[in-house]
């Protein structure tokens, strides 16, 4: 599981266009918009690949300007939660 914390620039007059534009992608939410364009968004996805992915069509999307990596968390999902693998000790 991978999960990024972007700041993302809109170009001026873009933001809400592009907020709206970000919620169709999966594993892509936005917290907050404010009006001089900048978007707080995080990104959740399985791996590496479909995260690079997604950068690709966040940056791809019109009125974006620029978008930076504020937070990045990566770990392996295993299969038994901590609960269970404690209550066989």
Request: proline content about 3%; aromatic content about 4%; charged content about 25%.
């Amino acid at each position: 599981m991978n999960i990024t914390g972007l700041l993302v620039h809109a170009k001026s007059g873009c933001a809400e266009n592009v907020r709206m534009r970000f919620a169709e992608l999966p594993g892509v939410e936005v917290h907050a918009t404010r009006s001089d364009g900048q978007l707080v968004v995080t990104v959740e996805k399985n791996d590496d690949r479909e995260m690079m992915q997604t950068f690709e069509q966040l940056n791809a999307i019109p009125g974006v300007h620029a978008t930076t990596l504020v937070y990045h968390h990566s770990e392996t999902l295993d299969d038994e939660s901590p609960s269970e693998t404690e209550n066989r000790s």
